[in-house]
């Protein structure tokens, strides 16, 4: 079967044990593009072996500090009009990869939202969500003229009409194997806290309060009710672990004190 024209771009370091299950799901796009973070163990040889480009992200050897200009690196290398972003230990689905053929080909929209699935690591069973979740995963870079934007948690930006912007209920899958893992998940979040850091970061003692206290604790009261509610109207579905939930909680409450403490400092200090 002909190859889907779309440029798959994925960010990498170290990701011999999910990469080769990442670009099996994706071996039906046309251009596949890797993005390297100075990886040293087996990942180049196995993007290599599925026919990746491999690209050097902008600081190797460093955890990365601005998401978007990784990304963008990406989205400025593909040679396909068409763009998909997929995480070295995601998965997308044949029903994704079906539609993602249809979607390019008839062309009725130029971007569009994708559902994601948190799953089993081993089964790739989907875990219950109360309501799903989808990301602008697919666009048109030409017509849309994309761009990554924000350090962290990064999003494709762009303007046309909202008539333009399709949905695609297949998902791609996120499974919790590594993230399942305290000293995993921490160390991530420890990578990352610098960036979450200055975003939340300011002078203005509203702002502060506003973005930092009643941010955090309103997200800290969600991941609490959320998989509550879910286990209490749907006991028997297939949840997600509750460790895994608890530790979503780590992030607004280092977030809450680590950023009260650069706060004073920025105080008292003018830093």
């Excluded at 009409?161 to 995993?184: E, F, N, T």
Aim: aromatic content about 12%.
């Amino acid at each position: 079967m002909e190859k889907i024209p779309c440029t798959i771009g994925i960010l990498t370091y170290n990701s011999e044990q999910t990469l080769a299950r990442c670009l099996e799901s994706v071996k039906e796009f046309s251009d596949i593009v890797v993005a390297d973070g100075g990886s040293s163990d087996g990942t180049l040889a196995i993007a290599r072996a599925y026919g990746a480009r491999v690209l050097t992200q902008s600081n190797p050897g460093h955890p990365i500090s601005n998401f978007s200009r990784e990304r963008n690196i990406l989205l400025d290398s593909a040679h396909e009009d068409w763009f998909f972003y997929i995480d070295s230990d995601e998965v997308a689905t044949p029903e994704l990869v079906q539609e993602t053929r249809t979607a390019v080909t008839q062309q009725h929209c130029d971007a569009y939202r994708v559902r994601y699935a948190l799953v089993h690591p081993e089964t790739l069973r989907e875990y219950y969500q109360l309501k799903p979740v989808y990301q602008v995963r697919l666009c048109n870079i030409k017509k849309t003229g994309a761009r990554f934007i924000k350090p962290m948690h990064e999003k494709l930006s762009f303007e046309v009409p909202k008539d333009r912007v399709g949905i695609i209920h297949a998902p791609w899958l996120v499974p919790l194997d590594s993230q399942l893992s305290w000293h995993v998940y921490k160390g991530k979040v420890q990578a990352r806290f610098p960036i979450l850091a200055r975003k939340w970061s300011s002078r203005n003692p509203f702002l502060f309060f506003y973005r930092v206290i009643v941010g955090n604790v309103v997200r800290i009261v969600k991941g609490i009710l959320k998989p509550l509610l879910a286990r209490i109207f749907h006991p028997f579905a297939f949840h997600v672990p509750l460790k895994y939930e608890l530790f979503r909680l780590y992030v607004p409450c280092v977030l809450i004190w680590h950023t009260s403490k650069r706060y004073g400092r920025l105080l008292i200090d003018g830093e």
